[in-house]
């Protein structure tokens, strides 16, 4: 996933905004092709760009590309084009990278990525009110409670079938996310609680009968999204 700002004070005023996911791969493209360039250098920082990781030269005919820091086993160039792949990705990726070329100029571009961890699957229980809920009274109620642990960027939603009934987020994330639900019985409705994240999202779908109608103690059942 990729995007494009435009910031004051930042080389060429570009920056190309990135997402990954732990374990994964991600290459930070150039959009150029047929690179003649004799001089390729990449730089990394967590807010400013200055820890050199890549330096590819042209020697004497020959291109001698170093991998440098302490995640250059991760990585991989592209010379005709200039970019870089990042493999196995870890959070400590996170950051900003500056591509610097050198022909007759200096010509830079930015790439800032976030890398996020993979998506937790959310877990719905019921909220005790006695040993059972009596499955033929028309007027119960069930209420249920839906949590997952908080991730950054991470909203809680529930949903009756297409449709959002409520939404949760938080800044904090030392403390999980969580977002309540009643149900008037009877309900034949499908509901669904998702995490949803800029890497994807994680579905726990509500089976009423077993939840709602059986004995409380059954804390929450999956099914297939």
């Not at 050198?102 to 990525?113: A, D, E, G, P, V």
């Not at 609680?193 to 709602?212: F, H, S």
Request: charge should be neutral.
């Amino acid at each position: 996933m990729a995007a494009t700002l435009y910031l004051l004070g930042a080389v060429n005023a570009e920056v190309n905004t990135l997402t990954g996911r732990e374990r994964q791969s991600v290459t930070l493209h150039t959009g150029l092709t047929g690179l003649q360039a004799d001089k390729i250098f990449w730089f990394f920082g967590p807010v400013i760009p200055n820890t050199s990781i890549v330096e590819s030269q042209v020697i004497r005919g020959e291109n001698i590309t170093e991998f440098k820091g302490r995640f250059r086993e991760k990585l991989q160039l592209d010379r005709e084009t200039g970019s870089l792949t990042i493999r196995n990705l870890t959070l400590n990726n996170s950051g900003v990278y500056q591509l610097d070329f050198f022909n007759t100029h200096k010509t830079s571009q930015r790439f800032y990525l976030t890398v996020y961890a993979p998506v937790p699957l959310p877990q719905v229980r019921k909220i005790p009110e006695g040993d059972f809920l009596d499955s033929s009274s028309e007027k119960g109620s069930c209420s249920v409670v839906c949590s997952v642990e908080n991730r950054r960027d991470m909203t809680l939603s529930w949903y009756r079938g297409e449709k959002r009934l409520n939404q949760t987020s938080s800044p904090d994330l030392s403390t999980n996310l969580s977002l309540h639900l009643e149900i008037k019985l009877p309900d034949n409705n499908i509901y669904s609680c998702v995490a949803a994240y800029p890497v994807g999202n994680q579905t726990t779908k509500l089976n009423i009968e077993t939840l709602c109608l059986q004995f409380s103690n059954a804390q929450f059942h999956l099914l297939p999204h």
